[in-house]
């Protein structure tokens, strides 16, 4: 079997990555006979689920500067990727990504307007370690918005205003058009058709 492969799903919030998820794990167990080591960013080891929840909840009279928000996605990433996501690899088992670093860029590097902080501090954690597919869903932001406000709570991030929302998203397309391991699914459709368009996408890949 060819060699252990990260994938990983991007997208702004209500974008779907959690039904994208499930079904590209499916697609994944096919393809090598065992489930992926599935993880999510921030989270996937005990300390960066700790963290997680630091950069998700808002403290009134301490608010999280950007600076220290990029740094926590940051500490959080290097554990999971030497803790779980370098050793899943080298023991020859794929790995789901729920967001990676193309997060950091376009949140923190587009959005919040931290572009050169966000990319030496990427350059310095990561080594040029990096996904060997990601799956970018694009959603305008309003209607990803909308989406994730049916659920219920907006988080910290979430509260954010649409302008850095749109940054984001910026970030992430043109990010996408630079560099040919990301793939730009239109996540506006009907998830039947978004479904589809994974599973075109990866049947191509893989
Ligand atoms: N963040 C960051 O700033 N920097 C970083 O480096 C990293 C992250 C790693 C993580 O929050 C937050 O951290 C995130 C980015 C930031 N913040 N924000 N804002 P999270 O992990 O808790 O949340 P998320 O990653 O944004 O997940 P999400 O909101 O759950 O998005 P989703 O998984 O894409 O949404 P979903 O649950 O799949 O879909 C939402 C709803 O829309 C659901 O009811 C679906 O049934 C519906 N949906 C989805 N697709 C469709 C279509 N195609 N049609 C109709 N309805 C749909």
Redesign the pocket.
């Known amino acids: 079997m060819s060699q252990a492969k990260f994938i990983v799903i991007e997208?702004?919030?209500?974008?779907?990555?959690?039904?994208?998820?499930a079904l590209v794990k499916d697609l994944m167990e096919k393809q090598t006979g065992k489930a992926p080591v599935c993880t999510?960013?921030?989270?996937g080891t005990v300390l960066a689920e700790k963290i997680?929840d630091l950069?998700?909840i808002a403290e009134a009279d301490d608010p999280l500067c950007d600076e220290a928000?990029c740094l926590l996605?940051y500490a959080?990433?290097a554990q999971l990727v030497e803790n779980v996501i370098k050793p899943a690899l080298a023991r020859g088992e794929w790995v789901l990504g729920?967001?990676?670093?193309l997060?950091?860029l376009?949140?923190?590097g587009g959005?919040r307007g931290l572009m050169p902080l966000v990319k030496a501090i990427s350059d310095a954690t990561l080594k040029g370690f990096k996904p060997d597919i990601t799956l970018y869903?694009d959603v305008p932001p309003a209607l990803?918005l909308e989406?994730?406000a049916?659920?219920g709570e907006l988080?910290r991030?979430?509260q954010?205003a649409l302008e850095f929302f749109d940054r984001t998203r910026e970030t992430f397309l043109a990010l996408a058009a630079e560099d040919d391991t990301i793939h730009v699914i239109d996540?506006?459709?009907?998830?039947s058709e978004?479904h589809k368009d994974i599973q075109s996408v990866l049947q191509s890949l893989l």
């Open positions: 997208g702004l919030e209500g974008a779907g990555k959690s039904s994208a998820i999510r960013e921030p989270g997680r950069v998700k928000e996605f959080a990433r729920d967001r990676h670093n997060s950091s376009a949140y923190q959005g869903l990803g989406r994730a049916r659920r988080d991030i979430e954010q996540a506006s459709q009907p998830m978004v």
